[in-house]
């Protein structure tokens, strides 16, 4: 079965300050790779997803994730955040076969300080 | 498009007591996920439907919670009798995902948030 890592349970940081939230798993074949964010109140919202091909990957709000499969890693960045990225964003993996259930990682609270 | 509905949005009962959450997913979704998020943890599944039929529920507590889909649209989460750990909010999602094709979107609910006091 996979699992998924988080390394950061909460980051602070400032308005216009570059983020990166670590994300790893662990699995033996091919992967899907999503990341899920959820601002404060909401439901659950995909941000991005890798399936195939390029392994930058681009999604909503200016945020992107890059796949690097000798790493296992799907790290989530973005350049300048701003205080409305407050949220708390979820790293998931599914097995690219069937009807693969979707793991989640813990989770990083991130709050952005105007 | 309509969301996934879920209702009640919060719920508190007391231990030993039981509860019932309903979901409707978005329509002509053929896989309905029922997920539980504890405090501080990320979703982790209980129970996946693919149509009326059970795909996975091997993280379902079957000794006191039940789920059913019975007619491959909207589906009902229970919980009897409810104990304190219990306590988390119930996510249901849907997604058009069929066999072979794992990639597709999953789409969340807002949540049924249940407090067992």
């Known amino acids: 079965a996979q699992s998924v890592s988080q390394h950061n349970h909460h980051v602070i940081l400032s308005e216009a300050a570059s983020l990166e939230l670590g994300c790893n798993y662990s699995?033996?074949?091919?992967?899907?790779l999503f990341w899920y964010v959820q601002y404060p109140g909401q439901h659950l919202q995909l941000l991005l997803k890798?399936?195939?091909?390029?392994?930058l990957v681009k999604g909503i709000k200016g945020f992107e994730a890059e796949f690097i499969k000798s790493k296992f890693s799907f790290n989530l960045r973005k350049p300048s955040v701003q205080w409305s990225d407050t949220a708390e964003y979820f790293c998931?993996?599914?097995?690219?076969?069937?009807?693969?259930?979707?793991?989640f990682g813990k989770g990083t609270m991130l709050l952005v300080s105007p | 498009e309509a969301g996934v509905a879920q209702s009640p949005r919060y719920k508190i009962i007391e231990k030993r007591q039981s509860v019932a959450f309903w979901c409707n997913p978005i329509?002509?979704?053929?896989?309905l996920y029922w997920y539980q998020q504890i405090l501080g943890q990320g979703p982790k599944l209980l129970i996946q439907?693919?149509?009326?039929?059970?795909?996975?529920d091997s993280q379902l507590p079957k000794d006191r919670f039940s789920a059913e889909r019975l007619k491959g649209v909207d589906s009902t989460l229970k919980i009897q009798p409810a104990k304190l750990e219990d306590s988390a909010v119930y996510l249901c999602?849907?997604?058009?995902?069929?066999?072979?094709?794992?990639?597709?979107?999953?789409?969340f609910g807002e949540g049924s948030w249940l407090t067992v006091v």
């Open positions: 329509s002509g979704h053929a896989t």
């Open positions: 699995y033996g074949g091919t992967v899907n």
């Open positions: 439907f693919q149509n009326n039929g059970v795909v996975d």
């Open positions: 999602a849907s997604s058009s995902a069929r066999a072979g094709n794992s990639g597709n979107t999953i789409y």
């Open positions: 998931a993996v599914n097995a690219n076969s069937g009807y693969s259930t979707l793991t």
């Open positions: 890798y399936f195939s091909g390029d392994p």
